[in-house]
């Protein structure tokens, strides 16, 4: 069975301080799909990274950056210089990538982040 | 392109009621998703349906029944509802790209269902 645990609950930072947000997982598949969705207070969901079992290379985006060690099981996701837009409940989720997993689409609980002015 | 289209976007219903909640893509997707989302709970899996014609119990079935209608339309649809399936409903689809199984989810807006 696949898993996604985000332990942290709540994170509350002062604007233009950097924030990470952790991401473990839990998957039998030996090729399978990472993701972060991002849901701010309006309630719509937006993705803002997929990663493949197979390329663990860091990415960066503008302010967003993202860890990925197969090793640890872990999809780290840093915010650098955070805004108040940053504002919102991140997701974590994982799909497998063979087999009766791979249409799995599993979520972590999400971290809600308030970045105060 | 609309993407995912849910309806309808709010909903309230007496107990014991029935109803359906609609669901469609227009990406040709082959996999489609329906999530409830309640506070400190994330997004649970309700049914999926990997391909026409598939569906599957994901982690939280109890009480809903869907109908993968054909490539484009998912429905879920609460046969008599409770006040314990008060929540936000999320329709999903993903397809395939570039030789990948899987893309990204697309999502529909949202339908938030009360049960009094």
């Known amino acids: 069975a696949q898993k996604v645990t985000q332990a942290q609950t709540e994170i509350s930072v002062v604007e233009k301080e950097d924030v990470t947000l952790d991401c473990v997982y839990e998957t039998r598949d030996t090729t399978y799909y990472l993701f972060w969705y991002k849901q701010p207070p309006s309630g719509e969901l937006v993705f803002l990274i997929r990663r493949n079992s197979f390329d663990e290379q860091n990415e960066i985006s503008g302010r967003y950056s993202w860890n990925f060690q197969k090793s640890t099981s872990s999809f780290n996701f840093t915010i650098t210089a955070s805004q108040v837009v940053d504002s919102a409940v991140y997701f974590c989720?994982?799909?497998?990538?063979?087999?009766?997993?791979?249409?799995?689409?599993?979520f972590g609980k999400g971290t809600k982040l308030s970045v105060i002015p | 392109n609309a993407g995912v289209t849910q309806t309808p976007k709010f909903q309230v219903l007496k107990t014991g009621q029935s109803m359906t909640l609609q669901c469609a893509q227009d990406m040709n997707h082959n996999s489609m998703y329906w999530y409830r989302q309640d506070p400190g709970m994330g997004l649970r899996l309700i049914y999926y349906?990997?391909?026409?014609?598939?569906?599957d119990k994901g982690e939280v079935p109890n009480g809903y029944n869907v109908s993968r209608l054909n490539k484009r339309e998912f429905s879920l649809r609460l046969e008599s509802a409770a006040p314990s399936q008060t929540s936000v409903y999320f329709c999903?689809?993903?397809?395939?790209?570039?030789?990948?199984?899987?893309?990204?989810?697309?999502f529909g807006q949202g339908t938030r269902l009360t049960v009094v």
């Open positions: 349906s990997a391909s026409e014609g598939t569906t």
């Open positions: 989720a994982l799909s497998g990538g063979s087999g009766a997993g791979s249409y799995q689409l599993t």
């Open positions: 999903a689809s993903t397809g395939r790209r570039g030789g990948l199984l899987n893309t990204e989810a697309f």
